[in-house]
């Protein structure tokens, strides 16, 4: 099936592991340029080594002025994925402020950073584009210790003249390396499983295909909208 995606320059966050690497890796193989934002050299270094041809921008996104900075040469970006995310797990009681700056720093406030970027740029030159949100379900539902795990805006909107799709993904657990770490108690995973109708975390390729298709012109009529990932756990 023809995505639509060869030619096209995309711009990935959180691109060094997990769930945004694997993105990178499959939009290159679309035909996609691909921009792999990242703030640990040395996972740049390997994506690079991996998959050369993606452009490597590391930077740590909670920096609002180093983002500027890193982002603003970049050039044209046509698709941006949302991917980047701190996943700081604490009871509430025991929230630190150290915690929920850094997960808003990340979570919220570079999304809106970067889109802006990036939106700036399409409408200066006048062309379509589409930018998908790595949400959770837990943007959707409440789970235990996750008072600060913040999520990206699921959705803002733009003129509809701007011909800018906005959408979101809404995963489940999914086995990342994060996912693998912070569910690695079985009583733990057993708990979010049995809320699950499928039975089973997500994988990586599971989101990376969501991505994909909200990326491509296969979803041209799809904008406003936030896509489950997750087995049905929010149809329960």
């Not at 996609?32 to 040395?42: C, L, M, P």
């Not at 701190?86 to 929230?95: I, K």
């Not at 959707?140 to 909107?157: E, G, K």
């Not at 599971?206 to 991505?211: E, G, L, R």
């Amino acid at each position: 099936m023809d995505l639509g995606l060869a030619g096209r320059r995309a711009l990935v966050t959180g691109a060094g592991k997990g769930i945004g690497r694997s993105t990178v890796l499959a939009l290159q193989a679309a035909g996609a340029h691909v921009v792999a934002v990242s703030r640990t050299r040395a996972d740049l270094d390997s994506l690079v080594s991996e998959c050369p041809g993606v452009e490597p921008v590391c930077v740590d996104l909670a920096d609002w002025e180093a983002t500027e900075q890193a982002l603003s040469s970049v050039g044209p970006v046509d698709l941006l994925v949302n991917n980047a995310a701190v996943a700081l797990l604490q009871p509430f009681l025991e929230v630190t402020k150290e915690a929920c700056d850094t997960s808003f720093n990340v979570n919220l406030r570079a999304v809106i950073q970067v889109s802006q970027i990036v939106a700036r740029g399409m409408i200066a030159r006048g062309v379509p584009g589409a930018i998908v949100n790595v949400s959770s379900q837990a943007s959707q539902r409440a789970l235990t210790n996750h008072s600060v795990y913040w999520h990206p805006p699921t959705l803002f909107t733009l003129p509809a003249s701007l011909q800018i799709r906005v959408n979101a993904v809404n995963p489940t657990v999914v086995m990342t390396p994060m996912g693998r770490t912070n569910w690695s108690d079985p009583h733990k995973a057993k708990v979010m499983l049995d809320r699950i109708p499928l039975g089973k975390f997500a994988e990586v390729e599971n989101v990376v295909d969501t991505i994909l298709f909200l990326l491509s012109n296969r979803s041209s009529m799809t904008t406003g909208s936030t896509l489950p990932v997750d087995g049905g756990f929010l149809a329960t």
